[in-house]
């Protein structure tokens, strides 16, 4: 497991993407402040009892809430949180959103729950219907953690290291069959503040928690513009948190230009916030392929 340290508004380091590219993640150490720990878990976790007051958890008192920034909108400084958005514009260049992200709650569980096959990898349809083997990697994903999982069995992020250039797993022949670990599959541990990049190939699942830590996470994941966002954040303009974002985390948001097709391919990387923000501090370099306009 790779564990690195992260300044802010440099771009990943070369030993950082070789170790993303053999293992398909990296775990960075430290990259939220003690404050930005505070913040963000007393924001999920308000809405957390909000949702419990209101019945909407999960038969195990569980959350996993979609789109989290149209429904807390104090968790937007980490869309663009220098220490870890640096890696997304690393692999993924400026013309981006985010297509899909979640926070997810889980308190202790308190009964054996009934073995199922959690195993994917992220993406969709995008695994059935691009046809080339390994498929590409499209997005990369950022989670975010709020709670102490530096031990397993904490409803542990698990992945099968390297697993992102494999197109099928052995598994069961369903999701409700018994069926072994794949072997080799990792539990990473991790403390809170920690962040964990991973392509969204990379064949991972969670493990049951049934310590007595409440697992507390955040999942952003980047993809290009001319794909389809799964987020709903239509009505997210509407409202007074919009107007305290800045352009960057407006173009992420699926809020920026007037939405055409040509904008969203990239053809006017002038007019496009993060492009602008990157050529700023002088990082549209040419030893980074997808920071080529």
């Known amino acids: ?20 590219d053999r293992d398909g993640y990296i775990v960075v150490s430290s990259v939220l402040s003690e404050s930005e720990i505070e913040a963000g878990r007393a924001a999920i976790l308000g809405y957390y009892e909000k949702c419990r007051a209101e019945g909407k958890l999960s038969a195990t008192g569980a959350l996993h809430q979609l789109s989290p920034i149209a429904h807390v909108p104090e968790l937007a400084f980490l869309i663009d949180h220098p220490k870890a958005f640096k ?21 202790q569980l308190h009964e054996k ?11 969709g349809r995008q695994n059935r219907e691009i046809e080339t083997d390994p498929r590409p990697m499209l997005s990369v994903k950022l989670a975010y953690w ?31 069959v018994p069926w072994p670990q794949p072997e080799g599959a990792v539990q990473i541990t991790a403390n809170a503040g920690d962040l964990v990049v991973f392509d969204r190939r990379i064949w991972h699942a969670r493990s049951d928690n049934y310590s007595d830590i409440t697992r507390v996470g955040a999942f952003f994941g980047y993809t290009p513009r001319w794909i389809a966002m799964r987020d709903e954040n239509a009505d997210l303009p509407n409202t007074p948190a919009w107007s305290g974002l800045n352009d960057v985390q407006k173009q992420l948001l699926g809020g920026f230009g007037n939405g055409d097709g040509d904008h969203q391919w990239g053809h006017n990387p002038e007019t ?6 990157l050529k700023e501090r002088g990082l549209l370099d040419s030893s980074i392929p997808a920071l080529i306009p």
């Open 1 to 20: 497991m790779t564990q690195v340290e992260a300044p802010a508004w440099t771009p990943m380091s070369a030993e950082e993407r070789e170790a993303f």
């Open 146 to 176: 709020f709670s102490d999982v530096s031990e397993t069995g904490r409803g542990n992020f698990t992945v099968l290291p390297g697993s992102h250039k494999t197109n099928w797993l052995p598994g069961p022949p369903s999701r409700g």
């Open 87 to 107: 890696y997304i514009w690393s692999l993924l260049g400026w013309n981006l959103h985010i297509y899909h992200s979640h926070i997810d709650v889980h308190p």
């Open 113 to 123: 729950q009934q073995e199922w096959w959690h195993w994917h990898q992220d993406g």
């Open 272 to 277: 496009t916030p993060l492009y602008g923000a």
